[in-house]
């Protein structure tokens, strides 16, 4: 059965401590691994699509990579206002809905 | 920047009772979900809809949930029985085209408490 793993679930860090979330999925044929993030109460808001090993994105402090196993999402110098959620999610060998996996809860502290 | 809406935020509702849960997708958009996120849980595709049709549904979709799009701009859902374990925060994503690279937007979601 496909299925998307996160870790860690939960991730405490000193604001400015860099840091990575892990997403790995067992799809066979990746057709594109999103990131999500999700505020307490709120649906998911979108950061980042991967659709090929070795490909990266960015967007502020935030980077995603892209494995055939993994993907990872490195935080730089985090601060209070990345704590949130966060989410990966792939869609299956067939079909548009998405799997996700259970996110890593980020926490900053100041 | 369009996003995606849904109302009521908040619907508390008896056991047994019927309720409708609605979402506005972005404007442009062709492909509609809807997912549920039990507290502290994953969240779980229940249905997409296209062309007026449900294109794919999960186990989870089962008699007590409908969908419709009743005009150009609303799309529901209904779950007609309701029951405990419905309690659930439901949201509603859509997307512009028929593929998987196209990102699904979704919407701040409807906390439904099953009293």
């Known amino acids: 059965e496909d299925q998307v793993t996160q870790s860690p679930e939960a991730l405490r860090l000193q604001e400015g401590e860099s840091s990575s979330l892990n997403c790995s999925y067992t799809?066979?044929?990746?057709?594109?691994l999103f990131w999500y993030r999700q505020d307490p109460g709120k649906g998911p808001e979108f950061l980042f699509t991967?659709?090929?090993a070795g490909e990266e994105k960015e967007k502020e402090r935030l980077k995603a990579t892209l494995t055939k196993k993994e993907s990872f999402l490195h935080i730089t110098a985090p601060k209070p206002e990345d704590s949130a959620t966060y989410l990966c999610a792939v869609p299956p060998n067939t079909g548009n809905q998405f799997y996700f996996g259970t996110g890593t809860s980020l926490t900053v502290i100041p | 920047e369009p996003e995606v809406t849904q109302t009521p935020s908040h619907q508390v509702t008896q056991m047994g009772q019927e309720v409708i849960l609605r979402c506005v997708p972005i404007s442009n958009h062709l492909y509609f979900y809807w997912y549920r996120q039990i507290l502290g849980q994953k969240v779980e595709f229940l249905v997409s809809f296209y062309n007026n049709e449900i294109s794919e549904k999960s186990e989870i979709f089962d008699d007590q949930f409908s969908v419709e799009r009743p005009d150009g701009s609303n799309f529901t859902l209904k779950i007609r029985s309701t029951k405990l374990e419905d309690s659930a925060m439901y949201f509603c994503?859509?997307?512009?085209?028929?593929?998987?690279?196209?990102?699904?937007?979704f919407g701040p979601g409807t906390r439904l408490t099953v009293l």
């Open positions: 799809v066979s044929g990746l057709r594109g």
């Open positions: 991967l659709y090929s």
């Open positions: 994503a859509s997307k512009w085209m028929d593929s998987f690279q196209d990102t699904q937007y």
